[in-house]
T-cell receptor, first 113, second 115 residues
């Protein structure tokens, strides 16, 4: 009953370093999402994958890339980290069907110095 | 331009009383509205949802009301318990305009329930 698992939970990077955030879900969901949450803000969508093999940009995609490795896994990559990318990153997944909610992981807290 | 607005950053309520969290939206094409609860250092947890074709949905102590003419929804928690203390996010979904059914979140309301 793991649900959505994100690794790592915490990370500190220096400006310009690269990093991949990992996300895996065990609920056989088709859709997966990456959000960021900044202080006093709601969750903003970075990228999403409606199904295995497809990815699309969300509201704030600049500076990020994603890979839908298979149905279970959806990774988020920062190629050259910037201080503005300091945030908490959440991965979510959702089953197909009209009213199905998204289920979230516990987040990755990323600090970029 | 915020499509989903939670205008109260915080709310404090006495244990046993009713908590009412409010949310306003601007896009009349939203078809589903959801509430999520978030504890510190955890991910948001789905609480309750309502379809745009309904005006009320109830699940135990939680009831969501939707007023489409006012573009307003509210979450009622009765009775409030200290364990309800968390940040509550309102979210809305639309399949129109290329949004692919993705969620748009409000900024959240921090609820504190005092014993």
């Amino acid at each position: 009953n793991a649900g959505v698992t994100q690794t790592p939970k915490f990370q500190v990077l220096k400006t310009g370093q690269s990093m991949t955030l990992q996300c895996a879900q065990d609920m056989n969901h088709n859709s997966m999402y990456w959000y960021r949450q900044d202080p006093g803000m709601g969750l903003r969508l970075i990228y999403y994958s409606a199904s295995e093999g497809t990815t699309d940009k969300g509201e704030v995609p600049n500076g990020y890339n994603v890979s839908r490795l298979n149905k279970r896994e959806f990774s988020l990559r920062l190629e050259s980290a910037a201080p503005s990318q300091t945030s908490v990153y959440f991965c979510a997944s959702r089953a197909a069907g009209g009213g199905q909610p998204q289920h979230f992981g516990d987040g990755t807290r990323l600090s970029i110095l | 331009d915020q499509q989903v607005k939670q205008n109260s950053p915080s709310l404090s309520v006495q244990e046993g009383r009713i908590s009412i969290l409010n949310c306003d939206y601007t896009n009349s094409m939203f078809d589903y509205f959801l509430w999520y609860k978030k504890y510190p250092a955890e991910g948001p947890t789905f609480l309750i949802s309502i379809s745009s074709i309904k005006d009320k949905n109830e699940d135990g102590r939680f009831t969501v009301f939707l007023n489409k003419s006012a573009k307003h929804l509210s979450l009622h928690i009765v009775p409030s318990q200290p364990g309800d203390s968390a940040v509550y996010f309102c979210a809305a979904r639309s399949f129109y305009g290329g949004s692919q059914g993705n969620l748009i979140f409000g900024k959240g309301t921090k609820l504190s329930v005092k014993p």
